[in-house]
Structures are given as C-alpha cells and as structure tokens.
C-alpha cells in the first residue's frame, strides 16, 4: 500500500500561490489521487482529484508528474479562508472489498494578511 | 441537494457506556463510511457499508461496529466506551462500488465524542 508524506504545516500570505506536495512512492498503478480539505469542526470537503499530468477546476490545480510518486496541490491567490488542513488522498474509489483508501496525515495551512 | 446527516452533533458519555451515532447519506448514495478522528492519529478508517454489507474494515477492535439499513441510512455503536475513544466520528458517502471514481466521499459535519 501507499505511504504518504505530506508537510505538516504551512505559512503565506494574502494574494500568493501555495503549494502543497504530497509524496506517495509506493502508489498503485490504479490509484488516484485526491484533495480534501478541511475546516474545524466540519468533515472533509473535496477539492480535487486527477490521475497523471494536470487538472484544474476553479479553486485549484493539481500537478503529477510522469512517475506518479508525488503530487503538487497549488491553490493560486489564496485568501484568509483558506486556512485549514489539507489532506492527500491515495486510492481507487472503484476498488471492491478489502481495500483502504490511504491518508496523508494532513498540511495546516494558515495564511497571514 | 441535502448533504451527508450525521447525528448528534456532540455527544459526553461515561467510560464503559456504550454509544450509538446515526448517518444519513446523501440519496442516491448506497455506500457508507466511517472515519475516527482524533489531533495525534490523523483520519482513521472504520469500516465501509455497501447495500447492508461491510466491505471493508479497518484496524479497530471489535468494540466498533456498524450496520446499514435497506434506505442506506448506517448507525455506528462503541461498545463498553474508553478515554481514548474521545474524538470526531465522521461519516462519509459515495454512490458505491463501480459508479465512478469522480469526487469520491462526501464527508459529514461529524459527531464529536467525549468520553470522561
């Protein structure tokens, strides 16, 4: 199964670019990878999610090289709510039985005006 | 669209009480999931429900247990409670097994547990 590493936690300010790297070397040839993030309180919310190379949605992009081992969160001109923690995810939703999905242990971002 | 349901939203019980947390699913979604969630573990996988079958199981004794309902709708149960079982029970849904790896889980807000 995948391991993933991920920074404990990050500083930026207003307006800047954040990038947050997760590292799974071990990851399966059918696993996906995802972004949640979260504020207290409140259960995990989706961000975005891709398989190789680059996707982008309104709030983020998500960057994976060729070999898969790593992936880059960027979330561009970020604001004061964008504070909170933010996880990578490593799976296959379609997967059947028997099957965890792995979790970084979670950046906290926190973003300074 | 209503969200993902979970019940009650705090919750204080003595050690070696039992405790029951309720989850109701987005609709449509069939397939059910519950994290543990604590400051020093991180998100910790429970077990999955799929049409009132188990799927999938974590690493926990068996004082957790869970079950799903014919509407979807799951109940997790923590049997003969201890101090370390003090954390945030999130519930997740999804439509189920082979309808997409698109999105993933849609998280509750979450049942806090204190145990004193």
């Known amino acids: 199964l995948a391991k993933i590493t991920q920074p404990i936690s990050m500083d930026s300010y207003e307006g800047q670019e954040v990038n947050i790297t997760c590292s799974h070397n071990?990851?399966?040839?059918?696993?996906?990878i995802t972004w949640y993030q979260q504020f207290p309180s409140q259960g995990p919310r989706f961000i975005i999610q891709?398989?190789?190379?680059?996707v982008t949605n309104e709030v983020a992009s998500l960057f994976i090289p060729a070999d898969r081992k790593s992936s880059t969160l960027s979330l561009p001109r970020v604001s004061l709510s964008d504070t909170a923690v933010y996880y990578c995810l490593v799976g296959d939703f379609e997967m059947d039985s028997n099957y965890q999905l792995i979790w970084g242990a979670g950046t906290k971002l926190i973003i300074k005006p | 669209k209503a969200g993902v349901t979970q019940t009650p939203r705090y919750l204080i019980k003595t050690r070696g009480q039992q405790v029951t947390l309720s989850c109701s699913p987005i609709?449509?979604?069939?397939?059910v999931s519950w994290y543990q969630q604590t400051p020093g573990q991180g998100l910790q996988f429970l077990f999955e429900y799929f049409s009132e079958t188990q799927r999938n199981k974590g690493n926990f004794p068996g004082r957790f247990s869970g079950r799903q309902f014919s509407n979807s709708r799951s109940e997790m149960n923590v049997s003969t409670l201890e101090l370390g079982d003090s954390a945030l029970y999130l519930c997740?849904?999804?439509?189920?097994?082979?309808?997409?790896?698109?999105?993933?889980?849609?998280f509750g807000s979450g049942t806090r547990l204190t145990v004193v």
């Open positions: 997740a849904s999804r439509k189920g097994i082979g309808t997409g790896r698109l999105y993933g889980y849609t």
């Open positions: 609709s449509g979604h069939r397939s």
């Open positions: 071990n990851i399966a040839t059918n696993d996906y």
């Open positions: 891709g398989y190789k190379t680059k």
